[in-house]
């Protein structure tokens, strides 16, 4: 008999989206005459913009003769892809060598298998509320998490407790599920945090095209100091609408330098590469060749325009939250908002008193982590009309 990774036995069931669902279908079930508005999607709904398509297209028909057929790519990515990726770094102002630069199938393969490349005994910081991959990846290789508490009064952006030491910390900033955002100055603290302690950041920027405000940072490396302590995961998907599509890219600096417990230097860039080119064989080269084209002028301009679709319906849930009273975090520079639970209720029964009484669905915090008990998200993703009304149905209940 195998003896098997019983870590998996430590596993949360992750029944958040299968409860809802559940719950819903025995609504639509029992009310068939009362239509249920989904504002719980964390996926986007808009189709790729025509740039995308167009190369999308190109790379299929490159597959059609022998002269332009691609076999087997790099497993790090096709220059075209990493070095569009580093175009679209320097549009931000930022340098980053397209040599760190990793293509992948997305932020959720690389922000899980990233836990591959640290030891045991590691004090691990990861915010809560929180993306699940993050802790769920950690459980699965055996190690212990140390939470840091997002929560109304640090805005939902915790900040570094300089008395304790740690040696990974998770940061996703725009924040999912919270939508908050951190600035310059407290992305600055984590990282000269993260220098002192000799730390690495594991730093999650799926969500940086929503940033509106020039002077918010959408990368880690627009901090001085980062590049020798932070890992950055992005993605297309909410950014270009590539959910389905697939692709993502890893950034990991070549200044990242580690000793091992014997003295020798380890690099984690060449650790990732090893990793990469071991256990991925890489993204496809047509879905390469349409990500290159979301990062030029027109592919640029083109997802913005979806972009601002999402922006006006979190405008408008935002606004609707605000004459209401109601307390959020988000909706600025993020498709979530965060709100707190009116009454005192916790967030599994706002969900039911949501559904019952104005039919609207969204996510109960609690399924992101304690802190998220008495929370609700709510997506942008859905269509106007249907964000417009389902905020015309919260202000008739509260
Ligand atoms: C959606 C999302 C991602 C992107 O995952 P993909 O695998 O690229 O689709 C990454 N991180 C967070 C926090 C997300 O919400």
Redesign the pocket.
């Known amino acids: 008999m195998p003896k098997l990774n019983e870590n998996y036995l430590q596993l949360k069931d992750s029944y958040l989206f299968a409860e809802i669902a559940h719950r819903t279908a025995a609504y639509t079930e029992k009310n068939p005459d009362k239509p249920v508005i989904r504002l719980g999607i ?1 996926d986007v709904t808009r189709p790729l913009c025509e740039c995308a398509l167009k190369a999308l297209h190109e790379g299929v028909d490159a597959m059609a003769s022998t002269d332009t057929f691609k076999g087997y790519g790099p497993e790090q990515g096709y220059a075209e892809t990493r070095n569009a990726i580093a175009g679209y770094y320097k549009r931000n102002g930022i340098d980053v060598d397209p040599a760190a630069i990793f293509i992948s199938d ?4 690389d ?1 899980g298998n990233i836990t591959e490349l640290f030891g045991e005994g590691n004090v691990i910081l990861i915010p809560d509320p929180v ?1 699940p ?1 993050y802790v769920d990846s950690n459980t699965m290789f055996g190690n212990k998490v140390t939470y840091i508490s997002g929560n109304a009064e640090n805005d939902f952006l915790p900040m570094p407790d300089h008395s304790q030491h740690v040696d990974v910390i998770y940061i ?1 900033s725009p924040n ?1 599920p919270t939508g908050a955002c951190y600035n310059k100055q407290q992305l600055k603290e984590w990282v000269d945090y993260a220098l002192e302690n000799e730390a690495v950041i594991l730093f ?1 920027s ?1 969500y940086e095209a929503f940033i509106a405000d020039p002077e918010l940072p959408r990368s880690i490396y627009a901090i001085e100091g980062a590049k020798k302590c932070a890992i950055e ?1 992005c ?1 297309l ?2 950014t270009a609408g590539f ?1 389905g599509t ?1 692709c ?1 890219y890893t950034v990991v600096p070549k200044e990242l330098v580690f000793q091992s417990s014997t003295g020798v230097e380890m690099s984690l860039n060449a650790m990732w590469n090893r990793r990469q080119s071991t256990k991925y064989n890489g993204t496809s080269y047509i879905v390469q060749h349409g990500a290159a084209a979301v990062f030029s002028e027109e592919g640029i301009r083109e997802c913005q325009e979806n972009l601002e679709y999402y922006k006006k319906n979190a405008a408008v849930i935002a606004d609707t939250l605000t004459e209401l009273g109601i307390r959020f975090y988000g909706g600025k520079h993020s498709p979530y908002i965060w709100f707190e639970c009116p009454n005192g209720m916790d967030s599994w029964t706002c969900f039911d008193y949501l559904l019952e009484n104005i039919q609207v669905v969204g996510t109960p915090g609690a399924g992101f982590g304690e802190n998220g008990k008495n929370y609700f998200r709510l997506t942008s993703f859905g269509t106007y009309e249907n964000t417009v009304e389902a905020m015309r149905r919260f202000k008739t209940l509260f």
């Open positions: 964390g997305g932020a959720k393969s922000t993306y991959v996703c999912n999650d799926a995961f993605s998907s909410k959910t697939r993502g």
